[in-house]
C-alpha cells in the first residue's frame, strides 16, 4: 500500500513570495490533514478535510493560506503572500475516516522564508 | 482552551531500562489517544492507540490510560538506542459532529548505549 505524497520535499521562498503544497493521500482515505510543525513544536493542525468538506480550519491564517480538496483525493496548500514566521514543516496526513483517525503521516516539505 | 501536555525532555534512560513518557489532557471528552514517534528530520510515525481506560500492550510497548485522571502514559520496555526519538502524544476529542485532534509538544528520548 502506498503512502501519504507529498511535494515538493523543500522548498525556500523570499517573503510576500507564494508556494504551493501537493498531497495525495493513502488511497480510500476520506480524511485528509494539513500540520505546520515549527522546530521543538508538535504537529499544529491548519485544515482538515472529510472527502472534500472543511471540517475544521480554525487555525488556518485565511488572510494568507488556502487548502483546496476539489475531488475527495488530493489536496493543495497555498501560503500568499508568505512571512518570515511561515517557515516550518508541513506535513500532510490522511486517515481512513474521522471517527477511525489513526493518521498516517507524508513526509512534509520543509519551507525556508527568507 | 484543550490542551495537551507533554514533558519536554530530554528524558535520558540507559540501554535495555523501561522508558515512561507522560501526557496529560484538558478535555474530559477526549475519546481517542494516540502516541507517534517522531525521529529527528522525518515525519510522525503511529506507534501505539487506545480508547478505553486500563493497558495495552504491543511489543516492547505499553500504552496506559486513565480518563479519570486525565492520563495517558507511554512504558517503552528494554530501551534501545534506536528508540531515541520525540514522543508525541495525541489526543482526539468528539462531541457531535464536531471532532478535533491535538498534539502535544512531544517529549525527547535518549537512549544511552
Known amino acids: 500500500e502506498a503512502g501519504v505524497a507529498q511535494s515538493p520535499r523543500y522548498k525556500i521562498i523570499e517573503k510576500r513570495q507564494s508556494v504551493a503544497f501537493w498531497c495525495n493521500p493513502i488511497?480510500?482515505?476520506?480524511?485528509l490533514y494539513w500540520y505546520q510543525q515549527i522546530l521543538g513544536q508538535g504537529p499544529k493542525l491548519l485544515i482538515q478535510f472529510q472527502n472534500n468538506g472543511v471540517v475544521d480550519d480554525s487555525q488556518l491564517p485565511k488572510d494568507r493560506f488556502s487548502a483546496e480538496r476539489l475531488k475527495g483525493v488530493d489536496s493543495t496548500l497555498k501560503i500568499q503572500p508568505a512571512k518570515l514566521e511561515d517557515s516550518a514543516v508541513y506535513l500532510c496526513?490522511?486517515?481512513?475516516?474521522?471517527?477511525?483517525?489513526?493518521?498516517?503521516f507524508g513526509p512534509g516539505t520543509r519551507l525556508t522564508v527568507l | 482552551q484543550k490542551e495537551v501536555e507533554q514533558n519536554s525532555g530530554p528524558l535520558s534512560v540507559p540501554e535495555g531500562a523501561i522508558a515512561s513518557l507522560n501526557c496529560t489532557y484538558s478535555d474530559r471528552g477526549s475519546q481517542s489517544f494516540f502516541w507517534y514517534r517522531q525521529y529527528s528530520g522525518k515525519s510522525p510515525e503511529l506507534i501505539m492507540s487506545?480508547?478505553?481506560?486500563g493497558d495495552k500492550e504491543d511489543g516492547r510497548f505499553t500504552a496506559q490510560l486513565n480518563k479519570a485522571s486525565q492520563y495517558v502514559s507511554l512504558l517503552i520496555r528494554d530501551s534501545q538506542p534506536s528508540d531515541s526519538a520525540t514522543y508525541l502524544c495525541a489526543v482526539n476529542y468528539i462531541r457531535g459532529s464536531y471532532d478535533k485532534v491535538i498534539f502535544g509538544p512531544g517529549t525527547s528520548l535518549s537512549v544511552i548505549p
Open positions: 487506545i480508547y478505553s481506560n
Open positions: 488511497s480510500g482515505h476520506a480524511t
Open positions: 496526513a490522511s486517515s481512513l475516516d474521522r471517527w477511525d483517525n489513526e493518521q498516517f
